[in-house]
Structures are given as structure tokens and as C-alpha cells.
């Protein structure tokens, strides 16, 4: 892998992602400042807003820019569309944040981008002896007396 390439194993195979022409690139970065705006409930930036206007031709898809070749690859070779999608946003990741690692962390894995299953449980099932604390707010229930 290459400093302009993500490697992505997905349904078991590694596929390559280039960095995106600067176009798109740019496009995909104003659509992460502006959801990070809409999240935080402030109005997003007039450059990001101008940026996706000129991105957006009604032809344009972020997940298949986001994944390049990649895209036409997996559905190819028959990838399922959960790991289609993981896959492209994992690149979309890549993209706007410079980060391999973010984008393995969004595939599930480490470094070698395979999905982990759950970790081991450290769990005993034993029940725990840990006493509970008793109330400090200063009542206390009456007892019920039955009748006699």
C-alpha cells in the first residue's frame, strides 16, 4: 500500500482504493464539514455548502466516489451490500480524515482491516458477593405486622 492507496479486506479479499481525484476529494470533505455542522445544529459553512453544489450534478454518488474502481470491483464479484456499504465508508473515512487507521477502525479491524468478532468475556457468571450499600437517606419502611 501506498500513501495515495487504501487496502481494504472485504468478504475476504483485498481491494485497493486510490485517493480520489482533488474534486472529488474536496467534495467529499465539504460533505463531512457540513454533517458535522447539521449534527451540531449550526448552519454549515458557505464554502462547503458551494463545494457541494458544484459536486452535485444529480450523477455523482459519495459511496461509489469514495471507493473508486473499487466500487465496480466488489459488486463484481458479488460482495453483499452490508460490506459494500462498510466498505465505502471506511473509504469515505480514509478520505476526509487522512486516516488509515480510522478507516480500518470503521471496517471493524485493526491494521489488517479483517472485522473482529466480539472479544473474550470476562464475565464469570458467578454472582457477584459485593455487598449493597445500605440507604443514607435517613428512613426507613415500616415493617408490616401481620395480624395475629
Request: charged residues 20%; aromatic residues 4%; hydrophobic residues 35%.
Amino acid at each position: 500500500m501506498t500513501e495515495n492507496t487504501l487496502t481494504l479486506q472485504v468478504a475476504g479479499a483485498p481491494y485497493e482504493v486510490p485517493s480520489p481525484p482533488a474534486a472529488i476529494g474536496l467534495a467529499l470533505q465539504a460533505s463531512y464539514v457540513i454533517a458535522r455542522a447539521r449534527r451540531a445544529q449550526k448552519p454549515p459553512p458557505a464554502y462547503a455548502l458551494e463545494r457541494m453544489a458544484r459536486y452535485d450534478d444529480g450523477a455523482s454518488d459519495l459511496d461509489e466516489d469514495s471507493l473508486g474502481p473499487a466500487w465496480q470491483q466488489m459488486i463484481d464479484a458479488g460482495v453483499p451490500i452490508h460490506d459494500l456499504r462498510r466498505a465505502a465508508q471506511a473509504a469515505y473515512t480514509w478520505i476526509v480524515t487522512g486516516s488509515e487507521a480510522a478507516a480500518q477502525a470503521v471496517m471493524g479491524g485493526g491494521a489488517s482491516g479483517e472485522a473482529k468478532g466480539p472479544g473474550p468475556s470476562t464475565s464469570t457468571g458467578a454472582a457477584s458477593t459485593t455487598k449493597r450499600r445500605a440507604s443514607t437517606s435517613g428512613t426507613t419502611s415500616r415493617r408490616r405486622t401481620s395480624p395475629a
